[in-house]
């Protein structure tokens, strides 16, 4: 089954411990992308990547880290998390092909920072 | 990217048609529109998408008007399980940032 799976699905830590999400797709999309949903904000792209080691900022990059080793994979780091990064995290691929095709969605992280 | 407008909020009766409208006046010629939809805080799921052309898939249908200034999303027979919040969003086909855009939506409530 085509899926972009995210891990973990829930996640509560504390200020200043490094965590790592993990995003991983199975359609050889070369396109991948972070978001974050906050209540009134709507979704808000973190970083993005068009294909391996490509990878560039969205809207609201501070704070955080990808990388793209691998074509199916797109880490989200968050060095030293801090209580505003309490957020719904989601991550999404899409083939290149085209350009307009659609992307698809994870099913969420939800991230709480004490 | 083009700025859209939904109503906040419908209601459908479960079993009819559920139409959404959306409004993108300042469409240009090389957007497209694309429908998701959110399931309680599930990740967005794609319905459909469309440049000039009227489209159809196993989920939906999309209507795009001829000056493509706005268009309807059409759930044929709505079900309890597709009570969602549904974005319209526009962007080109060829966007380097490949960002969507989700603005408020139409949070659907479909009804027994």
């Known amino acids: 089954e085509a899926q972009v799976t995210q891990n973990p699905r829930y996640l509560i830590t504390v200020t200043g411990k490094k965590l790592t999400v993990t995003c991983s797709q199975n359609?050889?999309?070369?396109?991948m992308s972070w978001y974050r949903q906050d209540p009134g904000l709507g979704l808000r792209q973190i970083y993005y990547?068009?294909?391996?080691?490509?990878?560039d900022k969205g809207d609201v990059p501070e704070g955080y880290k990808v990388s793209r080793k691998e074509k199916r994979n797109f880490p989200l780091i968050l060095e030293s998390p801090s209580p505003n990064q309490t957020s719904l995290y989601f991550c999404?691929?899409?083939?290149?092909?085209?350009?307009?095709?659609?992307?698809?969605f994870g099913d969420g992280t939800r991230l709480s920072i004490l | 990217d083009a700025k859209t407008t939904q109503p906040p909020s419908m209601d459908c009766a479960e079993g009819r048609a559920a139409n959404l409208p959306c409004n993108h006046s300042t469409i240009s010629g090389n957007e497209y529109v694309y429908w998701y939809r959110q399931i309680h805080s599930q990740g967005p799921q794609y319905i459909i998408h469309?440049?000039?052309n009227n489209e159809t898939n196993e989920m939906a249908s999309l209507i795009i008007t001829e000056d493509r200034k706005s268009s309807t999303l059409i759930l044929p027979h709505a079900t309890l399980r597709d009570t969602a919040v549904y974005y319209c969003i526009v962007r080109p086909g060829s966007s380097n940032t490949g960002k969507l855009i989700f603005g408020q939506g139409t949070t659907l409530q479909v009804k027994p």
């Open positions: 469309g440049l000039k």
């Open positions: 359609m050889n999309h070369e396109y």
């Open positions: 990547s068009m294909n391996v080691e490509v990878t």
């Open positions: 999404a691929s899409r083939t290149q092909g085209g350009g307009n095709q659609p992307q698809h």
